[in-house]
């Protein structure tokens, strides 16, 4: 270090601080990159929501329900006592989570489809408990048959509205993915004005210094 002179040894110094600014933006872009939207890791936090709503039956669609009571029509006794409980189980599920999305800041055409659609599942419970399950009791299929069919007016019309807010969230999610994306691109672009910006200044600044500090000492020291 001796042998350089102070102007090649304040570049080299300077230059190390370019070279440093310019390897934190580098590992900042990829950082963002991998968290962005669509990125490595979004994309797998989707894919495992994706999963998990693939292979679990949602609490906010009855058809799981519909499919247990049309079991209990199978089935008696000890079998019968364990799909009511699950039936039940499912209308606790149905309420606790339409509850959730009626409180959460969503969309509200959304909203309103999932409170149309909690309006007809509700009604679908409704008739299981005061037609179906006393029928199922009573032991008088004909009752039983009708109730069933009474619920699944209720379920068609519940499936419906369901579909509708799905579709409803599909593109409000396809709106905001590709606003994300925009903002993350004009964030990319104000960063890296940025940061040319400050390495202008400090190159300029970094010149102004080393001119001064020349001037001052009468040029270059005597190594």
């Known amino acids: ?5 102070l102007k090649t040894s304040f570049r080299l110094l300077l230059g190390l601080m370019v070279v440093g600014i310019i390897i934190l933006a580098v590992v900042s872009n990829i950082s963002n990159s991998k968290v962005a939207v669509r990125g490595p890791v979004y994309t797998d936090i989707v894919q495992g929501k994706d999963l998990i709503a693939d292979i679990l039956p949602p609490p906010g669609f009855v058809v799981e329900a519909y499919l247990t009571a049309m079991q209990m029509q199978l089935v008696g006794g000890d079998q019968r006592a364990a799909l009511r409980q699950r039936f039940d189980k499912t209308h606790e599920e149905f309420v606790t989570r339409h509850k959730v999305w009626q409180d959460a800041p969503i969309d509200a055409a959304i909203k ?3 409170s149309k659609a909690q309006g007809a599942g509700q009604s679908f419970y409704d008739k299981a408990g005061t037609s179906y399950f006393p029928a199922l009791e009573a032991g008088d299929a004909a009752a ?28 409000t ?11 993350i691109q004009s964030n990319k672009w104000i960063q890296g004005s940025l940061v040319l910006g400050v390495l202008a200044v400090l190159l300029l600044m970094g010149g102004g210094i080393l001119r001064s500090l020349m001037r001052r000492i009468g040029g270059e020291p005597a190594v």
């Open 144 to 171: 039983a048959h009708q109730a069933l069919s009474d619920m699944q007016m209720s379920f068609e019309t519940h499936r419906e509205f369901i579909v509708k807010a799905v579709e409803l969230s599909n593109s």
């Open 1 to 5: 270090m001796n042998t350089l002179t």
């Open 173 to 183: 999610l396809v709106t905001m993915e590709k606003g994300a994306e925009a903002g």
């Open 112 to 114: 309103a489809e999932m």
